[in-house]
C-alpha cells in the first residue's frame, strides 16, 4: 500500500507541474519583408501571399508571453504557405474613418511555417 501511495503522490505532482506550464499566451508581431505582399485576386474573391525578397512573406517585430524572457523570436521569417484562400461575402461595419469592412476566410487550410534558420515551425492555419 505504501508503494501505492508514493506513486499517487508522484502522479499528482507532475499532473501540478505540468498544468502550471500550460497556458502561457505567447504574442507574435509581424511586419512584411522587402518585396513581399498580399494580393487580392478581385472577382475570383480570393487572396493570397507573395514571398518577398528572401524567400519569406514577413518577418517577426515583436514578442510578449510566453515561457521565455521575450524577445526570441524576434527577426524570425515566415510564410502561411498553400492559397489562394477564398474568402464570403464582404460586410462593412461604421462609417468614416471607423470604418471596418470583413470577411470569413472559407479555406483552404493554410501552412504557418516559421524559420530559426537552423529548422521550421510548422503549423495548420485554419
Do not use: R
Amino acid at each position: 500500500m505504501k508503494g501505492l501511495a508514493k506513486t499517487v503522490l508522484a502522479l499528482g505532482g507532475l499532473l501540478a507541474a505540468t498544468l502550471h506550464s500550460h497556458g502561457q499566451i505567447l504574442t507574435l508581431n509581424f511586419g512584411p519583408n522587402d518585396g513581399g505582399n498580399l494580393q487580392f485576386n478581385g472577382s475570383q474573391n480570393s487572396f493570397n501571399f507573395n514571398a518577398g525578397n528572401n524567400g519569406y512573406q514577413w518577418n517577426i517585430t515583436s514578442e510578449t508571453g510566453g515561457a521565455g524572457a521575450g524577445s526570441d523570436a524576434v527577426g524570425l521569417n515566415g510564410s502561411v504557405l498553400n492559397g489562394p484562400f477564398l474568402y464570403g461575402p464582404i460586410t462593412t461595419t461604421g462609417s468614416g474613418f471607423s470604418q471596418v469592412q470583413s470577411a470569413t476566410v472559407l479555406g483552404p487550410l493554410g501552412n504557418l511555417v516559421i524559420n530559426d534558420g537552423s529548422g521550421n515551425l510548422t503549423g495548420t492555419v485554419n
